[in-house]
Each structure stands twice: as structure tokens, then as C-alpha cells.
């Protein structure tokens, strides 16, 4: 005969086994749907991270401040988060049924909001991360965009501006559809004033400067015309209903001026030069290509003889103590092939001697044969002789090679189809004119007709 406490105890047996048959049928889901959510979340936030990085570094150049320390505050100073999972053993008492407790708990998660609240975290979150990281880099690419033509078509920057900004907003959003709230700055009354700033962190970096500059302002807009940003999970949480969605918003500031001299051709032309063949900076002939920018008179082009020879023009010294200027020179390449890098004191080795590497002789016969604009660095002073030569860098230039006469090569004028020096005389044949160097950078240095577009906020 069976006791009665032996009933009991199979029961609670069969109970308990039921428990961990239901346990096992629900916990593939709740884990699929708490680690999905996890693995989700930790994807995200590292590719903001990343993203954040990058954008730091390279608005920090442009700034001309440390880039590294940016870049590193940005992606090391997040944090590391991890998901704790306690396991506790729920002992039942006496004639306590275990029986449903699994699928009551996970009632009870779904519920109350924690899983609800965990998805609205990972994914609604993460997607106004996403969405304000499409929106930035399409304020900064339009920014960047306008920039470039209001400096190159002064003439097309307020009524060309809209169509490009609304072009690269697009263009940087995956449904290909953004909104562009503002497009203002300072470009001689080409563009409207900027509004007053949004009280939040969409607005730009630092005060706007107080030279030329373009901001461009975007939006959140959905292809249908929507400016809100539809939630995933949000508006199913306890006392949310009414939540549609928010608008997200970034803005981006670009300027353009003559760049601090850093790095350039391994040549050096003389301020005088450059004063001679534009009239002291009145004067600039179109630069390539031909078509369809019309092509310059023969009459633009002169020849530029190597310093220290008796043709080079010779002007006021430069910096105290150092030599008059005059013609061109050879720089020490540092960096890449026929490349210079100028010091943080404006200075650069070079050699006053008639042969030029092979490096430049190569790019020299490349820019010729394929006219483009070379920038170069223009020096106003120099020291030394020979190998000992040190040039002083006053700005960076934008010069157009139309032929030359080197010890090892001559080529006659594309321009004029003649040679402007003698076989045994080192000299260059070209033009000075206005053109954007096609890399960001600092700006600061004199206006020598090369500028440069950057990110300034």
C-alpha cells in the first residue's frame, strides 16, 4: 500500500518535470530574443563608435588641433558593458505546484516591459544613432560640397546651393531621402544669415569664424514626407502610446581660404615670380581643363629661371638674414616620390643645384603631357648654397606647367609651341592661376591663388 507523502513526492516529481519541459520549449526563444538584442545593441555601438572616432580625427585636423587625442577620447572613452545573467534555483515547498512558473515569468518579462524596454533600448536607440550618423555626414559632405562652389563659381553660389546640398543630404541617407533645413553662412551676401543655433548637441562645433563660411543644417524626412523617425518597439512600452517619433538633426560648417604650407611638389618657385607673372596678385588666367575653361593667350606664360643663375629676378630678402630670392630650386624629398614637407617654421632643405630627381623629372613630364594644376610651394627667402640650401615657404601656389628646359629634357610650350631659354639654361614655362587643392587641411596662409575647402564645426 502507497503512503501518502509518497503520492505527494511523485507528484511534485512530475511537476517539477513539467517546469523543465516548459522551461526548455520557451528558453530557445528568450534566448534568441535577449541575445539578439545584445549582439544588436553591441554592433550599433560600435560602429558609432568608430564612426565617432573618425569624425573627431578628422574634424580635429581640420581645426589644427591634436587629432590622435580625439580620436582616442572618442573611441576609448565609452566604456565597456557587459550583461550579467544570475541564476537563481527556486526550491518549491510542500504541495507547491512548479508547474507554469516558466512561462509565468516570461509573461511577466514581456509585461512589465523588460524585454519590451531591452529592444527599445538596442534597437529604437540605435536607430536614432544610425539615423543622426546618415544625416552628419550628409551636412558634412553638402557643407563641404557648397563650400566648393561658392569658392570656384562665386557667381553660382546662391542659386546652385540648394540642388547640391539637397543632392549629397540624399545621397548620405539609406532610403536616399533627407531633409535640409538651412543652408546659410557669410559668402558676401551670396547666402542668408544663419538662424540661431539649436539649444541641443545637433548644433555645430565652436562660433562660426570670421571669414567666409557655408553651414548647411539637415533633417530627418522620410520618403513619404515624414520628418519623424518612426519607433520600433517605444511606443509599445507602459505609458508611450502616444509616442510617433522624433526628428533628428545635425549640422555641419565649411570654410575655405589659402592653406597653412605643409607639404607640396619638391619645387620651388620665388615669390618674385609669382609677383611678375600676376601682376602682384591681380592677375590669374583660367586653369585647365581646356575645354571647357577657355584657353589662356600665349602672352600668360613666362619662363622661370633656377635660382642662383643670373636670369633669376631678384626682390626685397625675405625673413631677416636671409638671401635675396629669385627663380626656382629643388626641395628635399620627404614624404613620397618628388614630395616636400615643410617645417612648422616655414622652412624646407633644398639644393640650388641644375639636375632634379627622377621622381620629378617623371612628374613633371606627367603634368605636361597631361595639363593640370601643380601646387607649389613659393618660397621668399633662402639660405645657404648647393646641398646646404634652406628655403623659407611664404605660402602655396597654384602654377600651370606648360613646358620646361632641364639639363636632362626639354619640351617646348603647349601654349606657344616654342621654347623660352636657351638649351644650356635651367628654366621652367608656365602660368600662376586659382584653383582648390583637393585635400582638406588648415587655413591661415597668404592668399598665392591656391586654396583649400575644409570642415571648421
Excluded at 538633426?249 to 575655405?256: D, G, L, P, T, V
Aim: hydrophobic share 40%; net charge negative; aromatic share 6%.
Amino acid at each position: 500500500m502507497t503512503s501518502p507523502s509518497s503520492k505527494a513526492r511523485r507528484t511534485r516529481t512530475r511537476e517539477r518535470g513539467a517546469a523543465a519541459v516548459e522551461f526548455a520549449l520557451l528558453l530557445p526563444i528568450l534566448l534568441l530574443i535577449v541575445f539578439g538584442i545584445i549582439d544588436f545593441g553591441r554592433m550599433l555601438n560600435a560602429q558609432i563608435t568608430l564612426t565617432e572616432a573618425a569624425r573627431e580625427g578628422a574634424r580635429a585636423e581640420s581645426l589644427g588641433s591634436d587629432p590622435d587625442a580625439r580620436v582616442q577620447e572618442a573611441a576609448g572613452g565609452q566604456g565597456s558593458h557587459a550583461v550579467l545573467q544570475l541564476i537563481r534555483r527556486w526550491p518549491a515547498k510542500s504541495g507547491q505546484s512548479d508547474r507554469g512558473a516558466v512561462a509565468t515569468l516570461v509573461a511577466i518579462l514581456l509585461a512589465g516591459g523588460v524585454l519590451l524596454g531591452m529592444a527599445a533600448l538596442a534597437v529604437d536607440v540605435g536607430r536614432l544613432y544610425a539615423e543622426r550618423e546618415e544625416l552628419q555626414s550628409g551636412a558634412d559632405a553638402a557643407a563641404m560640397a557648397v563650400a566648393k562652389l561658392c569658392a570656384e563659381k562665386p557667381a553660382n553660389c546662391a542659386g546652385g546651393s540648394a540642388a547640391i546640398a539637397a543632392h549629397y543630404a540624399d545621397e548620405n541617407a539609406k532610403d536616399n531621402a533627407s531633409g535640409v533645413s538651412a543652408i546659410c553662412g557669410d559668402m558676401n551676401g551670396a547666402l542668408p544669415a544663419c538662424p540661431a543655433p539649436a539649444d541641443n548637441l545637433t548644433a555645430c562645433l565652436n562660433d562660426p569664424p570670421d571669414s567666409e563660411y557655408v553651414e548647411v543644417r539637415t533633417s530627418t524626412e522620410l520618403p513619404g514626407g515624414s520628418t519623424l523617425l518612426p519607433p520600433t518597439f517605444a511606443q509599445a512600452l507602459v505609458g508611450n502610446e502616444g509616442y510617433s517619433g522624433t526628428r533628428v538633426a545635425a549640422c555641419a560648417r565649411a570654410s575655405f581660404g589659402a592653406p597653412i604650407p605643409a607639404k607640396g611638389i619638391a619645387l620651388t618657385i620665388s615669390v618674385c615670380e609669382w609677383d611678375a607673372l600676376t601682376g602682384g596678385g591681380t592677375t590669374f588666367p583660367a586653369a585647365p581643363p581646356y575645354p571647357p575653361n577657355p584657353l589662356p593667350p600665349t602672352s600668360a606664360e613666362k619662363a622661370s629661371y633656377l635660382h642662383s643663375t643670373a636670369k633669376a629676378k631678384t626682390c626685397p630678402a625675405g625673413p631677416s638674414g636671409w638671401d635675396k630670392p629669385g627663380g626656382f630650386g629643388w626641395l628635399d624629398e620627404e614624404g613620397g616620390p618628388c614630395e616636400a614637407l615643410v617645417g612648422d617654421d616655414g622652412t624646407v632643405g633644398g639644393n640650388t643645384g641644375n639636375s632634379a630627381s627622377g621622381t620629378c623629372q617623371d612628374l613633371l613630364e606627367d603634368y605636361y603631357n597631361n595639363p593640370r594644376v601643380l601646387f607649389i610651394p613659393v618660397y621668399d627667402g633662402v639660405l645657404g648654397t648647393g646641398s646646404n640650401t634652406t628655403y623659407h615657404i611664404k605660402g602655396m601656389a597654384a602654377f600651370v606647367l606648360t613646358g620646361y628646359s632641364l639639363p636632362s629634357n626639354r619640351e617646348k610650350s603647349w601654349l606657344s609651341g616654342k621654347h623660352l631659354c636657351n638649351a644650356s639654361e635651367s628654366c621652367l614655362y608656365g602660368f600662376f592661376t586659382q584653383a582648390l587643392i583637393p585635400v582638406p587641411g588648415p587655413i591661415g596662409g597668404p592668399d598665392l591663388g591656391a586654396r583649400i575647402v575644409t570642415l571648421i564645426g
